[in-house]
């Protein structure tokens, strides 16, 4: 399933804040751009992450946020990429998701 247009929209607006963004559909769902680097992703299920660098995977894991990790077929090795999910509260929280997109932005 691929991402819908209103979920591109809202994702915009939600972080509106973080200054020109841009966007590129891919594997189903949307990387998040800000001056051609990548903070964000919106799966193809809908649900946005942030990516994480340096002091900021200590601040996700701190902060309880969920990391994205999956496993292949076959395999009983788990795979953590670099990227948390929003916590719902700041998926109504444009100011606050601006927010800490600016600071992983930071790290990147």
């Known amino acids: ?6 979920q ?4 915009r607006d939600l ?3 973080v200054g020109p963004i841009t966007t590129r559909k891919m594997f189903g769902g949307l990387g998040i751009y800000s001056e ?3 903070f ?8 946005l992450k942030l990516k994480g660098a340096g002091d900021m995977i200590e ?10 990790t999956y ?8 795979t953590a990429m670099p990227y948390w999910s929003l916590p719902d509260a700041l998926l109504d929280d444009p100011d ?3 927010a800490w997109a600016q600071r992983a932005l930071a790290a990147l």
């Open 59 to 68: 601040t996700f894991d701190a902060e309880g946020w969920e990391r994205w």
């Open 40 to 47: 964000a992703i919106l799966m193809s299920d809908g649900q």
């Open 15 to 17: 972080f509106g804040d």
């Open 8 to 11: 591109i929209e809202a994702a």
């Open 71 to 78: 496993t292949r077929d076959g395999s009983d090795k788990i």
């Open 36 to 38: 051609g680097t990548i």
């Open 1 to 6: 399933m691929a991402v819908t247009s209103e």
């Open 96 to 98: 606050e998701a601006s």
